[in-house]
Structures are given as C-alpha cells and as structure tokens.
C-alpha cells in the first residue's frame, strides 16, 4: 500500500483558475513534505524549470505528468482522467487528490484508519451552499469501487451540462449531479438540506462506492461567494491555530495574502 497526494499544477491563468499557482504549489508541497511521506503526483501544464522549481519545494521525487489541455473544462476532465489512468496506482492504495492552493497542516492519511470500509471521502463546507461538497479536496481508497465512482462523475463532464445556465463543465459540478441524481439542477441561491453527517457512509445515485462526509477539517475553504474579506481573513486566522482543521484552502485570489502571510510565518520568504 502506498500513500499519494495528487493535484494539479498549470501556470496559465484563467476565469476558473484565478490564482498563481506557481506561488501557490510550491507552499502547498513545502506542507505535504513536513505533515506526510505520502508519494507526490502532479499533472502540469508548465515548463521544465517550474519542474524544478516544484521538486526544490517538496524536497523529494515528484511524478510529473503532462497535462494537455487548451481550456478550463478540458484541464478539468484531465485532471480527473489522469488519476483514473495511472498505472502505477494498486489495489488499496491511499490518495488524497488536492488543489495547489491548500495547505497541509496535520495528518490527512489518519482518516483512512477512522473510516476503513470507505472508498470516497469528500469534505462537505462548514456552511450552507448550493454546491455543498468541495471538489478542491477529495481523498480515496484504490480499488474497483473508486474507479467505478470517478467513471460517473467523469461521464457527468463530458455531456456538458454540468451546470445550469451552461456556462463551464465544473468537476464540482458533475460531482454533484452525481451524489444526488441526474435530475439536479442547483441555483445560487438555494441551499441543498441535509448534507450527510459527517462520518455516514452512503453509495450515490447506484454506485457501488461507498463514500463518506469527512469534514470540513480536511477542506476549510470559506467561499467568497458568501463572505466579506474580511470574515475570510479572520475565519482563516482562526483555523491556522485550530489543531483539528487538517487542510486550508485558500479558495479564490481573496485569500491568498493570508496563505502567503502563512507560509512565510513557517517556511520562510517564498
């Protein structure tokens, strides 16, 4: 069995990948390296010296992996299709996939020995939304359960109709569609009720993956679709010094003076 963190890496700008990312993912490694041992894969879309720049950050070996894609939906059905077609991957092995902008600030593999008979752990938002799972950190266990669970939400993507003024195939959206049913059809201002305790475990729309609600403390990410900056700055300051919140995530280009104050406070200048 072995131990991964997967995310994606692309150093070109877009509407839905607002944020510097190639500030941003060397932090998000300098985190993974000091909280775990787990082997690091990156899809990138950028250059050989980026590369190097990621591997210096990390301080071990990372797989690099060629990410083609000319626009943001086709970057976001690579990125889920990537993971699915990793040979390398095994029977029971251990992943926690992950956007560039979060940080790592405790053990994240100790969730797999609290819910052993969990394929799928996704982290639900510690407030009411209209999506109310967060793509942006998601973790599995390897295994024919898990693939058939990335199948449908990857199925969701390539229809295209993921969202419902069909403005971008988002993975949060297709994730949705697929934890509820195919008749989903959120608006901004409604909120799903109830979202499953954290903890249950439950197999989506005919899936046979179970999949449980790990939390917000594996992805505390305060959205700026509902809160000022300045509650996003002070929700943040509070959870740097909560020991239970796992993973921030500083969603959205609002935030991330925070995660460069953060970074700076215990790595050094980066």
């Known amino acids: 069995m072995t131990d991964y963190v997967y995310c994606v890496v692309s150093s070109v700008r877009s509407r839905f990948l607002p944020c510097d990312a190639m500030r941003c993912a060397p932090i998000f490694l ?3 390296a000091e909280h775990t041992d787990a082997a690091v894969i990156v899809s990138a879309l950028i250059t050989g010296v980026e590369q190097n720049e990621l591997t210096a ?4 070996d990372i797989q690099f992996i060629p990410l083609l894609a000319s626009d943001a939906t086709e ?7 990537v993971l699915a077609g990793f040979d390398r991957l095994e029977e029971g092995d251990r992943i926690f ?3 560039a902008d979060t ?6 593999f100790a969730v797999f020995d609290e819910y052993p008979d969990m394929d799928v752990g996704l982290t639900a938002r510690h407030y009411a939304h209209h999506e109310p799972y967060n793509a942006g950190v998601w973790c599995c266990r390897w295994g024919n359960a898990t693939k058939e669970f990335m199948r449908l939400v990857i199925e969701q993507m390539e229809r295209g109709t993921t969202r419902y003024d069909g403005s971008h195939n988002s993975d949060q959206m297709a994730l949705h569609r697929v934890l509820y049913d ?9 909120n799903i009720d109830p979202v499953t305790p ?9 899936c ?6 790990i939390g917000h403390q594996y992805n505390f990410c305060p959205g700026i679709d509902r809160f000022s900056p300045a509650d996003i700055k002070a929700a943040f300051c509070g959870a740097i010094d909560d020991p239970a919140i796992k993973v921030l995530h500083f969603k959205g280009d609002g935030s991330k003076d925070v995660m460069y104050a953060y970074a700076e406070d215990r790595y050094g200048r980066t």
């Open 30 to 32: 300098k985190s993974v």
């Open 57 to 60: 950050a990390h301080g071990g």
């Open 75 to 81: 970057l976001m059905m690579a990125k889920w299709r």
């Open 97 to 99: 996939v992950m956007d």
């Open 103 to 108: 940080v790592v600030k405790g053990d994240i």
């Open 182 to 190: 195919d008749t989903f059809v959120p608006r901004w201002n409604v």
């Open 198 to 206: 954290v903890g249950v475990s439950w197999s989506p729309n005919g």
């Open 208 to 213: 046979a993956a179970k999949v449980v609600n």
